[in-house]
């Protein structure tokens, strides 16, 4: 029992440092911030072209973007009305590595495939949609009170 109350001595010197402690500091340096006043743009490889313009999206087809809350503090973003002619695989991929978040297409119930997102992705994926031209702004509802 008394082994549990013994105290470690903090570090005397910051210039050594052990190899997990190293890592973990590059990690924090690297950390993304999609959506936090980031500039971030797609490299080349992940171009979405589309031969018609962005009037497309009509009154009725808007993108829905919506969040569920699963337990607790955890949350999942859902995406509907995505035009048919986008790639979904290539437009979660390009989700999933900059938001650092997992995601899966889901086939509902009428046959309509959704995006799910882990984590609360409204605001970032408004932002990805309007700077890489899949929608405008009045095209995108975002569902829900934004924290």
Not at 56 to 84: A, C, M, W
Not at 90 to 107: D, E, P, S, T
Request: glycine share 6%.
């Amino acid at each position: 029992f008394f082994f549990l109350m013994i105290r470690r001595p903090p570090r005397s010197t910051q210039s050594r440092s052990s190899a997990a402690s190293d890592v973990y500091k590059r990690q924090v340096s690297t950390q993304s911030t999609w959506g936090k006043n980031s500039k971030k743009k797609i490299s080349g490889a992940m171009n979405f072209e589309v031969e018609n313009d962005l009037n497309q999206i009509d009154e009725e087809n808007y993108i829905h973007l919506r969040v569920q809350q699963r337990s607790g503090r955890k949350f999942i973003t859902i995406i509907e009305g995505i035009p048919t002619e986008f790639d979904y695989p290539k437009i979660l991929r390009a989700f999933r590595k900059l938001f650092n978040c997992n995601g899966a297409i889901v086939k509902e119930k009428d046959g309509r495939e959704v995006i799910q997102l882990t984590g609360d992705q409204r605001q970032s994926v408004s932002t990805f949609f309007k700077e890489q031209g899949i929608a405008k702004d009045e095209n995108i509802k975002i569902h829900g009170a934004l924290a």
